[in-house]
């Protein structure tokens, strides 16, 4: 059985549509828990963790792509828990336009969001595990990263660099043992998700608990000789 017992993840976006499945997960397996937030009502749902796992889960709130905040955030758990050997980079967003109708604020959202995020926290807990000699980083890519296609440019771009961005810092750090790779999850069954698109086939969804399995695997010794993959994870879609 899988175990992540003495390990301490810093999970982006964790009160998300993905992010609680894999805040649960990881605290099923024992891991030491520090999850993002940055709306003050989501954390409301997650008392229940609190009261259940206490000094082992910590909800922090945090603007991912601010450069202080995360320094501050880094700092802060490896003064509770002495060492972090886990980031998982789930903050994200998405928008869809064609090109000539996207606005300039709504490229730098999905710049922003999507993958300005994953620089800060990524630079950020690098000199920790390259310290270490050890260290695991787990991003969400996504299907237009890879094959772009109408409505999707300002999104397909900014995940295409967080395509980028993992294979590079996998490179950067293959020395030091530390594996960095991204997930390409087809679109996740989320409530939020429902409401966007209550036209859809939910059936083809990718379950987020199935995703949440996979972000497991990734951080464990079983994928130690997997670094700068971009792992489809589609389910049906």
């Known amino acids: 059985m899988t175990s992540l017992e003495g390990k301490t993840a810093i999970i982006t976006g964790g009160t998300g549509g993905l992010g609680k499945d894999v805040v649960k997960l990881f605290l099923e397996k024992n891991c030491n828990v520090i999850s993002t937030y940055i709306i003050d009502d989501e954390i409301d749902k997650f008392v229940y963790l609190r009261e259940q796992y206490k000094s082992k889960v910590i909800f922090a709130k945090a603007d991912v792509t601010n ?29 869809k336009a064609n090109i000539y109708k996207t606005d300039i604020e709504s490229f730098d959202e999905m710049i922003n969001i999507n993958l300005k995020s994953c620089f800060v926290c990524t630079k950020q807990i690098l000199p920790h595990f390259i310290e270490n ?16 296609y109408s409505g999707v440019g300002a999104y397909g771009a900014s995940k295409a660099g967080v395509v980028a961005l993992t294979e590079t810092v996998a490179d950067e750090v293959k ?6 790779n991204a997930i390409i999850p087809g679109t996740i069954d989320t409530a939020q998700n429902r409401i966007d698109m209550k036209d859809a086939d939910f059936t083809k969804w990718v379950k987020p608990e199935e995703l949440a399995k996979v972000i497991l695997f990734l951080v464990t010794e079983d994928s130690k000789s997997i670094s700068g993959a971009v792992i489809p994870a589609l389910g049906k879609s």
């Open 67 to 95: 450069e202080n905040q995360i320094n501050k955030l880094v700092s802060k758990a490896k003064e509770i828990y002495g060492k972090i050997d886990i980031l998982i980079n789930l903050v994200g967003g998405f928008t």
């Open 133 to 148: 000699n050890s260290g695991k980083i787990v991003n969400i890519a996504a299907k237009p990263a890879v094959k772009s």
């Open 175 to 180: 020395d030091y043992d530390i594996n960095v």
